[in-house]
């Protein structure tokens, strides 16, 4: 299994960055070069992810069309909340997200990434290799992307006022 870790302050309201983090528009656009989707398949295709609400993404890669449902399975809102694969390619994938307010117009963001690769001996040769970096490299496009949105006035496009 592999732990990836990031911590990011973000010059916006808690409440800003928790609800940014867990919208479906805000993870597609972050994920644009991968041809990534929600499809209605088993839950939601947009809007803000709650507790017990599960996405179907299908993306685009190493040229292979894979498909991921997640589900939130804790939320204590504003200041985490995690979503783990119900079904995908990875045996085991959990993220947790955990808010820390900073100052009114300041928050911390940890996220904390676990995943394992299917077929053990040769999964774990996979982690190594390629999926350590590969997957480091997406989480930390996709915190930039919710850094970007929260702290420009481009939030109001994702969020209800």
């Given at each position: 299994m592999v732990t990836l870790g990031e911590l990011t302050v973000i010059g916006a309201p808690i409440e800003r960055c928790f609800d940014l983090a867990r919208s479906v528009e805000v993870h597609l656009a972050g994920n644009v070069h991968c041809?990534?989707?929600a499809i209605a398949a088993a839950g939601i295709a947009s809007g803000l992810m709650d507790l017990g609400q599960r996405v179907t993404w299908r993306a685009k890669h190493f040229s292979i069309r894979l498909y991921l449902t997640?589900?939130?399975?804790?939320?204590?809102?504003?200041?985490y909340?995690?979503?783990?694969?119900?079904q995908g390619a990875f045996r085991f994938m959990r993220h947790d997200h955990v808010f820390r307010t900073l100052s009114p117009d300041a928050t911390e963001m940890r996220d904390?990434?676990?995943f394992a690769a299917p077929l053990p001996v040769l999964g774990r040769l996979a982690e190594i290799a390629v999926l350590r970096t590969y997957m480091h490299a997406l989480l930390r496009e996709r915190i930039a992307f919710v850094k970007q949105v929260a702290e420009s006035a481009s939030w109001q496009r994702?969020?209800?006022l």
């Amino acid at each position: 299994m592999v732990t990836l870790g990031e911590l990011t302050v973000i010059g916006a309201p808690i409440e800003r960055c928790f609800d940014l983090a867990r919208s479906v528009e805000v993870h597609l656009a972050g994920n644009v070069h991968c041809g990534e989707a929600a499809i209605a398949a088993a839950g939601i295709a947009s809007g803000l992810m709650d507790l017990g609400q599960r996405v179907t993404w299908r993306a685009k890669h190493f040229s292979i069309r894979l498909y991921l449902t997640s589900e939130i399975t804790a939320m204590d809102r504003p200041v985490y909340f995690q979503d783990s694969m119900i079904q995908g390619a990875f045996r085991f994938m959990r993220h947790d997200h955990v808010f820390r307010t900073l100052s009114p117009d300041a928050t911390e963001m940890r996220d904390v990434f676990r995943f394992a690769a299917p077929l053990p001996v040769l999964g774990r040769l996979a982690e190594i290799a390629v999926l350590r970096t590969y997957m480091h490299a997406l989480l930390r496009e996709r915190i930039a992307f919710v850094k970007q949105v929260a702290e420009s006035a481009s939030w109001q496009r994702y969020l209800p006022l």
